[in-house]
């Protein structure tokens, strides 16, 4: 079983619109929680990374935010913009070596 | 200044084939990972390596798979006798140390197609 279940697993949203994605882990130990972008044919980007002492962090338009003690965390999309366009994705590090858990995705896509 | 870069960016082989992926990652970064990407799917490790250390190949899902390091820089994965399940994008990263918080910085990925 995935350590790291993100739903949903796509979202087609209009432009504009608001969206929020959300992430379930079962990591253990956990060190920290990042989000990621990844454009199509390209490389994860991240966007945030959250430790467990920090409940939301935002990066421009995402806010991110986390409960390390259901295990929960979302990320939130304000004014959706064509160029959200993307998979995002949900990484947990349980500490060490930087070993990552990397969840399937949510695949959202923004249409005008 | 320079990000992760790979090559190929796309690679199609014949089954039973050897292929190599290359991987530069940030000058300086002493951490660097192999990560594959199937369709629909997550991403899974397959190496990593820290500084001169030996590497860590727990993900690496056959003896067919194999990567090296040169000189703490440029790294190469080595996937002998190619299968169709191989078919993904391998990506790589590096980080500027194995800490758990440090940043993953990933290159733009190799696709790979065996037919």
């Known amino acids: 079983k995935n350590q790291v279940e993100q739903s949903p697993q796509s979202l087609i949203i209009l432009e504009g619109k608001n969206c929020t994605l959300q992430?379930?882990?079962?990591?253990?130990?956990?060190?920290?929680l990042r989000w990621y972008k990844q454009d199509t044919g390209r490389g994860p980007v991240s966007l945030t990374i959250m430790t467990f002492s920090e409940n939301t962090k935002s990066n421009g338009r995402y806010t991110a935010t986390l409960d390390a003690d259901t295990k929960q965390s979302s990320l939130h999309i304000t004014a959706s913009q064509l160029s959200d366009s993307a998979s995002y994705i949900c990484v947990v590090s349980a500490g060490g070596n930087n070993r990552l858990a990397f969840g399937k995705g949510n695949q959202v896509v923004v249409i005008p | 200044g320079a990000g992760v870069s790979q090559s190929p960016s796309n690679k199609v082989t014949e089954k039973g084939k050897d292929v190599e992926l290359r991987c530069d990652p940030i000058?300086?970064?002493?951490?660097l990972y192999w990560y594959r990407q199937s369709l629909g799917q997550g991403l899974e490790f397959l190496i990593y390596?820290?500084?001169?250390?030996?590497?860590?190949k727990s993900g690496l899902p056959s003896d067919r798979f194999s990567a090296e390091r040169t000189g703490g820089s440029v790294s190469t994965l080595t996937i002998q006798r190619t299968q169709q399940e191989d078919s993904a994008v391998y990506l790589c990263?590096?980080?500027?140390?194995?800490?758990?918080?440090?940043?993953?910085?990933f290159g733009p990925g190799t696709r790979l197609t065996v037919t």
């Open positions: 000058s300086g970064h002493t951490a």
């Open positions: 390596f820290q500084g001169n250390s030996a590497p860590d």
């Open positions: 992430c379930n882990y079962t990591v253990s130990p956990f060190s920290n």
């Open positions: 990263a590096s980080s500027p140390d194995s800490g758990a918080f440090y940043e993953q910085y």
